[in-house]
Each structure stands twice: as structure tokens, then as C-alpha cells.
DNA sequence: CGCCGTATTGAGCGCTCTCAACGAGGGTGG
DNA sequence: CCACCCTCGTTGAGAGCGCTCAATACGGCG
């Protein structure tokens, strides 16, 4: 196996795309979701929705990135996930039948789909094949969110961060080119809150990492170079 | 509203109680259940499955405590959940279709039944209920780990700790008496591997709270004396 | 009574945080 | 086009939290 390969696989258990995959459903479904659906354009910085808020409905995301991140009563922001083009998200308190647990906001600008809690849950009641979609993705999403948990319980941040990069790396893939060095481009204080540290803790492990030739930066952008020796660093395995 | 119910209310988004509640299935569902399962007993400190099994099946925990536990490649362990009795676990991977993530270790003497996946997967095929039992559950659960992931990412040990006794508090009340004042009876290594630090910063922080008389501790035992104190110092509001 | 596993305490070090200053780069208005 | 400003990124210094290693105390059990 290759090393590129064995990266993949050992990131399997770590990271998810979106649980629902347009793909996997029916033509019919396809198109229930396209008539019932408004287009919805965000500007970067632009905030979709806000904890607390009642979930109004599932977003598709057609084109920029979203990043979904959550705010203690002291300020401190954790960003959890980062949603790219061709994910679906803002469906599981809709499930759940709670309130928004995380803000959303446009990273790029952005375009997507906006599906009403009303016709999702309609959605959801006439698929079976849309229902056990949801419930083996959500099964998988546990096992990485548990795996997450002990990341941040039992590891530095140098782990943190050499993993963040491989996960950031498979979201930013494709989007631009086809090699497998994608451009990660994100402002240090996002990756910073994602990698759960402070700003300047961050930008000095990020230039550790340069000075040993794992990554090259070049403005906002992290190209990583030596992918087997961050898989290493991060420990996950 | 006093205390008891404020402090319930928070944790609400920070713990669950098993998905599959037994008592939300019909009678015939029970009885499925009843009929195909195998009783089990298990001693204190007796290895119910290891990580990177393939699932057997699901354990409904009818007396005693597990704990769920993730060991990374360097010994460090880490305790995720802890289950008692009335709690369903070892689903999510049958449904996922992938291996166990952990191990799952009997705190105390065990009995439980085990219900196997093959069953398992035949019930949730036949029961729209089930189903939707487990998405709800499910949603909720991700809810949950995603704040738990924020408490370890940005939370010192103090919060964490406070936040891990709150928890316990639930998990181990009414087992003997029907006083809020849980008698929580845990050894220090789990407990430290359940907070996510040291043996010994455990100690000394537990030694701060009892210093300051929001816990009192006797043997291997601990008792929350002030709630409130804690819940405050969890900064989980 | 002695032994073994568990709990506690002590000392010292290293990682990560905070506070503070400086630099770079992009956008705006003159 | 340039000067300025504002935001973002980088670097430095020092403090504190939490870890490791090591020694000591405790408690149940043979």
C-alpha cells in the first residue's frame, strides 16, 4: 500500500464527509429536495445561523466552505468542523429535536440549497433508504467523535496540529487542482481555534513544522510537503 | 427553579442515557429481545470486548457498571463513558459496520444480556420505531460529544473535573439510596483517565475541591457536597 | 505482621498560555 | 500613486499549569 493510501485509511477513522450523500439517494428523492429547496447566497464572514437558534432547516452546500464553531461564556471559540462544496449539514438538531448547538459561517463565499425542517422530516418519514443513510453515518460519526475526544484529551499540540493538517488537507483537495497538496487556505486564527490552542501557539508550531520541512507556507496558505512524517507525528495510529 | 433541576437542566447537553430505551419499545419488541438473548455475568475487571473486534452484538447492562475505554499506541488510556444499569451500548459499530473503537471493562461485578447482531439488525429492520429511537438518539448523542469535545479542547482540569463529578453524580445516584448525594466509587486511575490527566493531578484536585468543601472523600468514595459550586466552576453554562 | 496495590505528597521541568511589541500586507481615501 | 490605517501574522519574554519521576503513606488481605 502506498503511503498516500495508508494515510487515507488511517484518517478513516477520524474525520467524516457529509452523512447525507445526494449520490446514495434516488432520483425521485433527488428531486423532491430541488423543488422544494431555496438558493441561498453568503458572503464571507456572513453567519448562516447561530447557537441557540431553532433549526430551520438542511443546507446543501453547492460552492465555498462553512465552518461550524462553538462559543464558551468566556469568549473562546472551538471551531468543530469545517463543511466544503457537495456537503449537507444543520439536519441533526432537526433529528434531535433541539436547538442549534454550534454557529455556522461562511469562510468563503458561498452558495447553497436551503431544504425546510418541514420537508426534510417529510423526506425522512417516506425513505427508508434516506432514514438508514442517516443512521450509519451517524453511527461512523460517533467512532470519529470519540476518537476526536481522545485527540484533544491525550494529545499536544503538535499531534493536534500535524492531524488538523491531514483532515484540512483532505477538505481543501480537489478544490482548486488535482495533486494531492492542497492549497489549506485559512487564516491562522480559525486553524488555531480548530486545532483548539491560541494564536501564537499555533503560528510557532506551524513554523517549527516549516523549519523541518513538513509543510510550506506562503501567506494564508499551508501546502503540506511531507505527509508521511506529520501521519507519524500525529500519532494517530 | 432550584438548583437540582438548574444543574439537570445544564448537564442536559453534555450526557445521555442509553438510546435504546427499553421502555419506549412495544411489548412484543421486548419480548423479541428477551427471547434471543443470552445472559451474561461478568467480574469486576473482566474484558467484555477489546478494541478491533468485529461486534458481536448488544449488551444491555442489567447490574453493575462498564466502562468504555480507548488505549492509544503509547499505553495512554483514556475512559470515555461509563455505563450502568438500564444502559443499552455496542450498536453503533454493528450498524456503522465497522469494528469495536474500544474496550468495554466491568467496573464492578456485572450481569447483563446479549443480544446478538445478527438479531439485532434483524429488529431494527422490522421496527420503524427502533429506527427512529436511534436517530433521535443518535442526533442527540452528537450533540453531546461535540460539547464534550469543546470541554476537553479549551478546559483546564479544575472544569473538567467538576464537570466529570456532575456526571458521575447522575450516573451512580439511586444505585443505593434515593439522596442526590451520589456515593462515587471509583478508583483514581480510572477517574484520571475519565477527566483526562495525571493520576497525581487528579489527586491534588481533588484535594483542592475537598479543601474547599465542594466534595468530601472517604476511601475510595467521593461525595459532592456543593452542587452549585461546581457547576459554576465547570463553566459549562 | 508483612506484602502488594493504590493513594498521596514533593520537586522540578517543559509545554502552552498571556501580555506586549513589532512587522507585513491589503484596502481606502486623499 | 502614495500615505495611512487597520487587520492579520510573527516574535519575544515571563508566568503558570500540568506532567514526570521519585519517595512515602495507607489499607486490605494473606
Known sequence: MNTENKIEQGLRGFHFK????????????????????????????????????????VYFLKKGKIKIEQISYDGSVQVLFIYCAGEAFGFRPIIGQELQPVNAVALEDCELDFLPAVDFLALLK???????????????????????????????????????????????????????????????????????????TLVRTLKYFNERKLVRTKGKSIFIINFEALFILSGIQ
Do not use: C
Request: net charge positive; aromatic share 8%; proline share 2%.
Open 126 to 200: 417516506s425513505s427508508v433508504k434516506l432514514s438508514n443513510l442517516l443512521l450509519v453515518g451517524l453511527s461512523h460519526e460517533f467512532t470519529v467523535l470519540i476518537n476526536r475526544i481522545n485527540l484533544f484529551a491525550q494529545r499536544g499540540i503538535k499531534e493536534r496540529l500535524a492531524f488538523a493538517l491531514l483532515v484540512l488537507n483532505e477538505k481543501y483537495k480537489y478544490s482548486n487542482s488535482l495533486v494531492p497538496e492542497a492549497d489549506i487556505k485559512i487564516n491562522r486564527t480559525d486553524l488555531a481555534n480548530y486545532v483548539g490552542t491560541s494564536l501564537e
Open 18 to 57: 457529509s452523512v447525507i450523500d445526494l449520490a446514495k439517494l434516488s432520483m425521485e428523492e433527488r428531486g423532491f429536495i430541488q423543488g422544494k429547496s431555496l438558493q441561498l447566497k453568503l458572503k464571507k464572514k456572513a453567519v448562516l445561523y447561530w447557537a441557540h437558534d431553532k433549526p430551520k432547516g
